[in-house]
């Protein structure tokens, strides 16, 4: 990303007169092939949950040509701050996740994963790029004089991991001076070109359960003098979900989805342990308080009648994400002036879960969906090993993310 600042946009004194959107609009779009090439580099170089080290040296190295002075974390991941005018005004932050996912990839695309099992199925690529972009655009608002209220970048490790990368880098005081934060999250199935927003939970909670059994075993021939363990693991598999949602208001929308089922090796013989592991999402916070006190409580109930002993282990993975509504106006006004008020998109709460939903517990923000469907192409999914992405997606995030930035101190959030 390297090119010099007269070249990129003119003299100080043509920058200040661009004004903050033109800026934006110039530096994004003369930026395009590099930002294009940055995402490229690190789809070609994926990295595991808390392994980011290459990822974080990268990511340092175009903050720094950007004449900015990025801060490395405890173990991975980075913050970076941009300076604004004014410094008594606490800071505005832009959050990108870095990890990628341990999903071969299995496009043909010449810049596909070069790391035999891991790719960037859920566009982190894309996230960390779009951010790259909006600093170049807000260090020459910054240098224009434009940029009022100052922005930090935070660059997150481990967001597709539990525990997540959200809570550590909260830990490491990242949200001090910040009194809000934005983020973008690449939808597939929306046309690039287009962003969704929606007030209040947007995203659900989700919490691995793991269900440990045991029982006496013994020989199939003998099912009365053994605790029957495979029929009560049948059992549990099927009933606790239903039952869960029958003692659960249906409007929170609780979902227990079991991913994997253990037990025994033999046809003949009754094991004495098995285990069920799988997702409890919630998308009412208030129901995701609940439930795992009613988790245990319905399981002893169901496991009472075959005598064996079951334990649950509900880890709490993370809360919605919940934007906040004067958030969401910062961000819809951004889109509005980037895109037109046509390509803002009404986007419904998914089942799905993200870690921004912890920072979110401790300061106003938003998630916005990132369309980087190619219109009249194919609808991908994320976490797929084919996912592919519309790349001018990047530029529309960037666009979108330094936009904010600036219209941050048009409103209150």
Same mark, same amino acid.
């Given at each position: 990303?390297?090119?010099?600042?007269?070249?990129?946009?003119?003299?100080?004194?043509?920058?200040?007169?661009?004004?903050?959107?033109?800026?934006?609009?110039?530096?994004?779009?003369?930026?395009?092939?590099?930002?294009?090439?940055?995402?490229?580099?690190?789809?070609?170089?994926?990295?595991?949950?808390?392994?980011?080290?290459? $990822? $974080?040296?990268?990511?340092?190295?175009?903050?720094?040509?950007?004449?900015?002075?990025?801060?490395?974390?405890?173990?991975?991941?980075?913050?970076?701050?941009?300076?604004?005018?004014?410094?008594?005004?606490?800071?505005?932050?832009?959050?990108?996740?870095?990890?990628?996912?341990?999903?071969?990839?299995?496009?043909?695309?010449?810049?596909?994963?070069?790391?035999?099992?891991?790719?960037?199925?859920?566009?982190?690529?894309?996230?960390?790029?779009?951010?790259?972009?909006?600093?170049?655009?807000?260090?020459?608002?910054?240098?224009?004089?434009?940029?009022?209220?100052?922005?930090?970048?935070?660059?997150?490790?481990?967001?597709?991991?539990?525990?997540?990368?959200?809570?550590?880098?909260?830990?490491? *005081?990242?949200?001090?001076?910040?009194?809000?934060?934005?983020?973008?999250?690449?939808?597939?199935?929306?046309?690039?070109?287009?962003?969704?927003?929606?007030?209040?939970?947007?995203?659900?909670?989700?919490?691995?359960?793991?269900?440990?059994?045991?029982?006496?075993?013994?020989?199939?021939?003998?099912?009365?003098?053994?605790? *029957?363990?495979?029929?009560?693991?049948?059992?549990?598999?099927?009933?606790?979900?239903?039952?869960?949602?029958?003692?659960?208001?249906?409007?929170?929308?609780?979902?227990?989805?079991?991913?994997?089922?253990?037990?025994?090796?033999?046809?003949?013989?009754?094991?004495?342990?098995?285990?069920?592991?799988?997702?409890?999402?919630?998308?009412?916070?208030?129901?995701?308080?609940?439930?795992?006190?009613?988790?245990?409580?319905?399981?002893?109930?169901?496991?009472?009648?075959?005598?064996?002993?079951?334990?649950?282990?509900?880890?709490?993975?993370?809360?919605?994400?919940?934007?906040?509504?004067?958030?969401?106006?910062?961000?819809?006004?951004?889109?509005?002036?980037?895109?037109?008020?046509?390509?803002?998109?009404?986007?419904?709460?998914?089942?799905?879960?993200?870690?921004?939903?912890?920072?979110?517990?401790?300061?106003?923000?938003?998630?916005?969906?990132?369309?980087?469907?190619?219109?009249?192409?194919?609808?991908?999914?994320?976490?797929?090993?084919?996912?592919?992405?519309?790349?001018?997606?990047?530029?529309?995030?960037?666009?979108?993310?330094?936009?904010?930035?600036?219209?941050?101190?048009?409103?209150?959030?």
């Amino acid at each position: 990303m390297e090119q010099s600042q007269q070249t990129l946009v003119g003299t100080s004194q043509q920058r200040a007169m661009l004004g903050p959107e033109g800026l934006i609009a110039r530096t994004v779009a003369e930026r395009g092939d590099a930002l294009r090439e940055v995402r490229r580099h690190l789809h070609r170089h994926p990295e595991l949950s808390h392994q980011e080290h290459a $990822t $974080t040296d990268f990511i340092a190295e175009q903050l720094t040509a950007l004449g900015l002075a990025p801060k490395r974390m405890a173990a991975t991941g980075l913050i970076c701050d941009i300076p604004g005018a004014d410094p008594s005004l606490e800071l505005m932050g832009l959050r990108a996740d870095m990890d990628a996912l341990g999903i071969p990839e299995l496009s043909t695309v010449p810049y596909r994963s070069v790391v035999e099992g891991v790719s960037h199925a859920c566009g982190h690529d894309v996230h960390m790029s779009a951010v790259l972009g909006a600093a170049t655009a807000l260090v020459r608002v910054a240098e224009a004089g434009a940029l009022r209220r100052g922005v930090r970048l935070v660059f997150q490790p481990a967001e597709e991991m539990h525990p997540c990368g959200a809570l550590e880098l909260i830990g490491q *005081d990242v949200l001090d001076g910040v009194d809000s934060i934005l983020a973008l999250h690449c939808d597939p199935g929306v046309d690039v070109g287009h962003v969704g927003l929606k007030s209040g939970p947007i995203t659900s909670a989700t919490d691995p359960v793991r269900i440990q059994v045991r029982g006496a075993g013994g020989h199939t021939s003998r099912p009365h003098l053994t605790q *029957d363990l495979v029929y009560a693991l049948g059992s549990i598999a099927t009933q606790l979900p239903a039952a869960l949602t029958r003692r659960m208001d249906p409007r929170s929308g609780v979902n227990l989805t079991w991913g994997s089922i253990h037990a025994g090796s033999a046809f003949n013989a009754i094991p004495s342990a098995g285990t069920l592991e799988g997702t409890l999402r919630c998308l009412d916070h208030e129901a995701w308080d609940r439930a795992e006190q009613l988790l245990e409580e319905v399981l002893a109930d169901l496991v009472r009648p075959w005598g064996v002993e079951a334990r649950v282990t509900h880890d709490r993975g993370v809360p919605p994400v919940s934007n906040s509504p004067a958030s969401v106006e910062v961000l819809a006004a951004a889109v509005r002036r980037v895109l037109g008020r046509e390509n803002l998109d009404p986007t419904a709460q998914s089942l799905g879960g993200e870690d921004f939903a912890w920072y979110l517990e401790k300061v106003p923000g938003a998630l916005a969906r990132l369309g980087t469907r190619t219109p009249g192409g194919r609808t991908y999914d994320l976490h797929m090993g084919d996912l592919m992405i519309d790349e001018r997606a990047i530029g529309i995030g960037a666009s979108v993310l330094a936009a904010a930035c600036v219209q941050r101190d048009l409103q209150a959030v």
